[in-house]
């Protein structure tokens, strides 16, 4: 189930903007575990 919960919790995270699947930065660097600033280098 906490597989279940984790995909739940990233799709969520997934937005479409102009046909296109996006994540934003901070949401990614959370889940990478990593600051935004290192994920935009």
Do not use: P
Request: hydrophobic share 40%; glycine share 4%.
């Amino acid at each position: 189930m906490k597989k279940d919960n984790k995909l739940i919790e990233i799709t969520n995270r997934i937005f479409i903007i102009r046909g296109q699947k996006v994540m934003l930065d901070r949401d990614l660097a959370e889940l990478y575990g990593v600051e935004v600033k290192r994920l935009n280098e």
